[in-house]
């Protein structure tokens, strides 16, 4: 069986055509997020189906079931992933690589990833994840940018002892995920899995990585992917971070922001977006299109100084934070800091020394110079 999504192609061609055509006798697939075609838009449920294709059963892990069932994995030897991810915490390919990683070794199953590029693989930042806030959205006490691939970060799961990492009720999708997490799986969970990672070739984290195929829908290009760190961070506030345009991840803005020229109105777009914040509303705010590629790829940190400013502007502070801030972020602390007045620079050097702890900790899984 394999884990994969429109990413999942080389030389043109998908994995599974690849396979097929080789005659390796593939028993179904399994979608993540924006399900196997990557046509969903992000947070929608994606039901399990039949490829038009190759008449393969789809599983979606981003329906009804986080994880892969025993009955789903019964006629299953080999579990291969390959998914092309962005190296953030909150990006949710990660997860499903957790839970899938978890699965196999539950059910004795041979888990191959099939690794590639991190396009935000040149840096480290973030907060590392603290106990108590684990969800969908973050499951292992990593930095919000790693600087690792999936293939690597599988090795550290195993090596840290992270896989028996669960989340309640995260099978039935649980209506509250904000619960603390708890280790309900053995420990031997983690020696237990047969994992065989295929390395990239001529690959250096330090180099620039163009993404062939968008990795999601809302990620459509390079420079929203080297911006996504830092506006994702957006989805736990009142701005708008352009879903429902034509430049998702590339600016931000709200009705009642006085700063900045660019002018834009986010509507409902199929697959895209649905009922996106300030929809039908003409936003006022910047364009950061040349922003990512001219200045983030040197400034190697998360930049939170459009978060400060805008909550600085907001003329309702009190509801310019939602909830889910907390998890995308990660810690309870940093939204006190902005409310309190910290500016970014202060922010930033808070978690300096955990990033040097994971650091250490880190380079005996790396794989890539």
Same mark, same amino acid.
């Given at each position: 069986?394999?884990?994969?999504?429109?990413?999942?192609?080389?030389?043109?061609?998908?994995?599974?055509?690849?396979?097929?055509?080789?005659?390796?006798?593939?028993?179904?697939?399994?979608?993540?997020?924006?399900?196997?075609?990557?046509?969903?838009?992000?947070?929608?449920?994606?039901?399990?189906?039949?490829?038009?294709?190759?008449?393969?059963?789809?599983?979606?892990?981003?329906?009804?079931?986080?994880?892969?069932?025993?009955?789903?994995?019964?006629?299953?030897?080999?579990?291969?992933?390959?998914?092309?991810?962005?190296?953030?915490?909150?990006?949710?390919?990660?997860?499903?690589?957790?839970?899938?990683?978890?699965?196999?070794?539950?059910?004795?199953?041979?888990?191959?990833?099939?690794?590639?590029?991190?396009?935000?693989?040149?840096?480290?930042?973030?907060?590392?994840?603290?106990?108590?806030?684990?969800?969908?959205?973050?499951?292992?006490?990593?930095?919000?940018?790693?600087?690792?691939?999936?293939?690597?970060?599988?090795?550290?799961?195993?090596?840290?002892?992270?896989?028996?990492?669960?989340?309640?009720?995260?099978?039935?999708?649980?209506?509250?995920?904000?619960?603390?997490?708890?280790?309900? /799986? #053995?420990?031997?969970?983690?020696?237990?899995?047969? +994992? @065989?990672?295929?390395?990239?070739?001529?690959? =250096?984290?330090?180099?620039?990585?163009?993404?062939?195929?968008?990795?999601?829908?809302?990620?459509?290009?390079?420079?929203?992917?080297?911006?996504?760190?830092?506006?994702?961070?957006?989805?736990?506030?009142?701005?708008?971070?352009?879903?429902?345009?034509?430049?998702?991840?590339?600016?931000?803005?709200?009705?009642?922001?006085?700063?900045?020229?660019?002018?834009?109105?986010?509507?409902?777009?199929?697959?895209?977006?649905?009922?996106?914040?300030?929809?039908?509303?003409?936003?006022?705010?910047?364009?950061?299109?040349?922003?990512?590629?001219?200045?983030?790829?040197?400034?190697?940190?998360?930049?939170?100084?459009?978060?400060?400013?805008?909550?600085?502007?907001?003329?309702?502070? /009190? #509801?310019?934070?939602?909830?889910?801030?907390?998890? +995308? @972020?990660?810690?309870?602390?940093?939204?006190? =800091?902005?409310?309190?007045?910290?500016?970014?620079?202060?922010?930033?050097?808070?978690?300096?020394?955990?990033?040097?702890?994971?650091?250490?900790?880190?380079?005996?899984?790396?794989?890539?110079?």
């Amino acid at each position: 069986m394999i884990i994969a999504n429109q990413t999942s192609v080389v030389n043109g061609v998908h994995l599974v055509d690849t396979l097929l055509k080789l005659g390796i006798n593939i028993t179904g697939v399994f979608a993540p997020e924006h399900g196997f075609r990557g046509s969903a838009a992000n947070g929608e449920h994606v039901s399990n189906q039949t490829d038009a294709k190759t008449g393969l059963p789809i599983y979606s892990l981003y329906g009804s079931n986080y994880k892969p069932t025993k009955a789903q994995l019964e006629n299953c030897d080999i579990l291969v992933f390959d998914i092309q991810d962005v190296g953030v915490r909150f990006y949710t390919y990660l997860t499903t690589m957790h839970f899938a990683m978890q699965a196999c070794s539950e059910y004795h199953k041979t888990f191959i990833v099939l690794d590639r590029p991190n396009p935000n693989g040149y840096f480290m930042d973030g907060p590392i994840l603290q106990s108590g806030l684990e969800s969908m959205v973050g499951v292992h006490p990593i930095p919000l940018v790693h600087g690792m691939t999936l293939g690597e970060l599988s090795y550290m799961i195993i090596g840290e002892r992270w896989l028996q990492i669960t989340i309640p009720n995260a099978v039935n999708k649980s209506k509250n995920p904000s619960k603390n997490l708890t280790s309900i /799986i #053995k420990s031997e969970i983690n020696d237990s899995l047969n +994992l @065989i990672v295929v390395p990239c070739k001529n690959w =250096m984290r330090s180099q620039r990585y163009s993404v062939p195929i968008p990795p999601s829908p809302n990620l459509p290009t390079d420079n929203s992917i080297l911006l996504y760190p830092s506006l994702g961070l957006f989805e736990g506030t009142i701005m708008s971070m352009g879903r429902g345009t034509n430049k998702p991840f590339e600016c931000f803005g709200a009705p009642w922001l006085k700063q900045g020229s660019y002018t834009f109105t986010p509507t409902d777009i199929q697959g895209k977006a649905i009922n996106p914040p300030y929809k039908n509303q003409l936003c006022r705010g910047v364009l950061l299109t040349d922003f990512g590629p001219s200045y983030l790829h040197n400034f190697k940190h998360l930049y939170l100084e459009w978060l400060v400013m805008l909550y600085d502007e907001c003329p309702d502070s /009190i #509801k310019f934070f939602n909830p889910f801030f907390t998890k +995308l @972020i990660g810690n309870k602390e940093v939204q006190k =800091m902005i409310e309190s007045g910290k500016d970014a620079n202060y922010i930033r050097n808070s978690w300096r020394n955990d990033i040097e702890v994971f650091e250490n900790k880190r380079w005996k899984y790396l794989l890539y110079p």
